[in-house]
């Protein structure tokens, strides 16, 4: 899904981006190889801690659809506990470190290459969203054909699908069909 809402912001790109790399709709996945999450990871300035395998892809692969997850809970979808747990087990990897500027501002840092760099990157750009108070406008399209991730730049953080010309219309045409449905079989003439 090619939609149009805005990039999110400063790090926080990162983690959309990164859940954008699978197209639900189509299902082009940019990591269909280890080669391609190297190129992918390279984009990003992270470099591969070495030959990359089919355990990075499926470690990455997972972090993905857990952080899908999450957006899809910032969008009002309930989040699945197995997602909270997967991404405390996925964090207990990512090498994290604490700096403090001059100022006293203490900022995350992600150490490490590879998947276990990414993830730490990730933690740290949703660490920083959170304490900006933007990570609950990362939010995923709730269609189930695209769970696309896109920024909520709306004043009152009430968008919800990732645009309105495709997955919105779509919702709406349903929703409107159900009710003239429901009308026919409730209304004049309906058998009992």
């Not at 940019?30 to 030959?51: K, N």
């Not at 840092?109 to 609950?136: F, K, P």
């Amino acid at each position: 899904m090619a939609a149009t809402r805005e990039e999110a912001p400063g790090r926080l790109r990162l983690v959309q981006d990164l859940v954008n790399t699978a197209d639900l709709e189509t299902g082009e996945d940019r990591w269909s190889s280890a080669d391609g999450l190297r190129q992918w990871l390279g984009t990003w300035g992270i470099a591969p801690a070495g030959p990359l395998g089919p355990l990075d892809l499926a470690e990455a692969r997972e972090l993905r659809e857990v952080l899908r997850a999450l957006l899809l809970a910032n969008s009002g979808t309930a989040l699945a506990d197995a997602a909270a747990g997967a991404l405390a087990r996925i964090a207990r990897r990512a090498p994290l470190r604490a700096t403090v500027g001059a100022a006293g501002a203490v900022e995350l840092v992600a150490a490490g290459a590879g998947v276990v760099g990414l993830t730490a990157q990730v933690l740290a750009a949703i660490h920083e969203a959170q304490v900006r108070g933007t990570w609950s406008r990362l939010k995923a399209c709730p269609a189930a054909a695209c769970r696309y991730a896109f920024y909520d730049s709306s004043r009152n953080r009430s968008g919800t699908w990732c645009t309105m010309r495709v997955c919105g219309a779509r919702a709406k045409a349903r929703t409107y069909q159900r009710r003239l449905r429901a009308a026919r079989s409730t209304g004049p003439g309906a058998s009992p």
